[in-house]
């Protein structure tokens, strides 16, 4: 039984699909961190880069977006054969200084901005519409009236024009689609109208981008409940969906406390994740890609050695799916499975790991395993992920997750005291931290001996180990700073 909980009851606003009991995806909405896609804008082209064959975009955002050749509506509605358009730069299409509408169809990452496309989409109930689209193309889980709505968009439509059927469109009439695109228009029009008024690069259409994958998300199920925290909310989405049961929940404790899914949550923020018969996968996410690490752990298995490693395989690979989508990782993904050496076990590891990606709405491609048994994927990236919508890089490690040793420091400050070894004090107040000053104690009196002077220590407590000659001096006085006897 599916189970979709959606907390709006503060600023943040979040909503969780639990499936089985079993927790599957995690959104986050904050104003901070809101998502852009969708979003469309009033441009100015920046740069033209042919080399990339792209054109940088001032949106009005922080970062000017990325917008490739490809997803222009001048490449596009070129009437030239593709073969022809390919070997054309991205300069014959556009030049600096144009104004143009582009949608976000990838969220800024990291040092990048986002990405744009110059092929404008309006999303209604059952057709999406693409001013500028110039195809007619039909929901991947529609089956038997593919060619039918074909048929039907080609002849609504017109030269220049896209359409995209829904899954909903199956249950409407074409006089209810005609009605709808004839909307879709009208809409588009006022959004032309509105970048004419724009002097400046500027956002013209921004979606209620939350509540928008509430809806989504519950289209997907076919059955089950959703839970809200916001009778308003609950209301809406009852009107939208009266064959599905909705419930409001008024409860003090949070609610996503009350479903479990606060814990679920920390345990998606670990770098382990133990697996139910005692193995144990490691996450490493890198800005380049995530590199996932299968351990048997505690578990040694009843039967042959190999019997262990193909039943921990299978558990990681439909748990590595799972927090994939509960993390929301994209980008590239190497898996290291424990080692296989019959090739006919990597092939069942495998299509396990596809099986499991067919129920993620977002598109994976399974590369296959490389001569180092690594398994390479690659996951379409929109939006930041779980970690990084909810984490900073750490102030003292610095993001790389370790930091100097003690020894580290202690062998630096000893190096540094010797440069000084031929000067005329009697001794050095160092100030540093409790770790550091027992790394360098069992050699202290070596180090005196080089240096012809003393050592005191002023003890601090740090998160990261450190030193600061605080001194030079006579030996009474560094001693009574130190407060030590003399």
């Not at 007619?136 to 039907?152: F, G, N, Q």
């Not at 909903?168 to 209810?176: D, I, R, V, Y």
Request: glycine letters at 6%.
């Amino acid at each position: 039984m599916d189970k979709l909980i959606v907390n709006t009851a503060s600023i943040e606003k979040r909503f969780a699909l639990v499936r089985n009991n079993i927790v599957e995806e995690i959104i986050f909405d904050r104003p901070e961190q809101r998502s852009l896609v969708g979003n469309i804008y009033f441009g100015t082209v920046t740069k033209v880069l042919p080399g990339m064959n792209a054109a940088f975009i001032d949106i009005g955002e922080e970062k000017n977006a990325y917008l490739h050749r490809d997803v222009l509506a001048a490449y596009v509605l070129s009437p030239e054969r593709s073969i022809d358009k390919e070997k054309k730069s991205v300069s014959t299409f556009v030049h600096q200084g144009e104004k143009l509408l582009v949608q976000v169809d990838k969220d800024a990452t990291g040092p990048k901005g986002p990405r744009v496309t110059g092929i404008i989409e309006i999303t209604g109930d059952n057709l999406i519409y693409m001013p500028k689209g110039r195809y007619v193309a039909v929901s991947k889980k529609i089956v038997d009236e593919k060619e039918h709505l074909r048929s039907v968009g080609m002849k609504l439509k017109s030269e220049d024009e896209g359409l995209i059927f829904r899954t909903s469109s199956t249950s409407a009439t074409q006089e209810e689609m005609e009605n709808e695109l004839n909307s879709l228009r009208s809409q588009y029009a006022k959004l032309l109208e509105k970048a004419g008024t724009l002097k400046k690069p500027g956002i013209i259409y921004q979606k209620d981008t939350f509540t928008q994958m509430v809806l989504d998300s519950i289209t997907q199920m076919s059955s089950g409940e959703v839970i809200i925290d916001d009778l308003s909310l609950k209301n809406f989405i009852t009107n939208k969906n009266p064959n599905i049961k909705i419930t409001y929940y008024n409860g003090k404790e949070n609610i996503f406390s009350h479903h479990r899914i606060e814990h679920e949550i920390d345990k998606a923020l670990k770098r382990i994740v133990w697996l139910d018969n005692g193995a144990y996968l490691i996450f490493d996410e890198t800005e380049a890609l995530t590199i996932i690490d299968v351990n048997t752990g505690k578990f040694s298995g009843k039967n042959d050695y190999q019997d262990t490693i193909v039943k921990t395989n299978t558990l990681a690979a439909i748990e590595i799916a799972r927090q994939l989508k509960l993390r929301d990782v994209g980008g590239i993904v190497l898996i290291d499975f424990i080692n296989m050496q019959n090739d006919k076990d990597k092939r069942y590891i495998q299509e396990t790991i596809e099986k499991e990606f067919q129920k993620d709405k977002t598109r994976t491609k399974i590369i296959g395993f490389t001569s180092l048994g690594i398994l390479q994927l690659t996951r379409k990236k929109t939006k930041v992920s779980l970690s990084e919508a909810l984490q900073v890089k750490c102030a003292v490690c610095d993001g790389t997750g370790r930091i100097l040793s003690a020894e580290t420091i202690a062998f630096r400050l000893e190096r540094e005291l010797l440069e000084h070894r031929n000067s005329d004090a009697e001794a050095v107040l160092i100030e540093t931290t409790i770790e550091v000053k027992e790394a360098i104690e069992p050699h202290l009196e070596m180090v005196e001996e080089w240096l012809h002077f003393k050592v005191y220590f002023s003890i601090q407590s740090s998160a990261t180990h450190y030193y600061v000659v605080k001194q030079f001096g006579n030996h009474d006085e560094i001693a009574q700073k130190a407060g030590e006897p003399y």
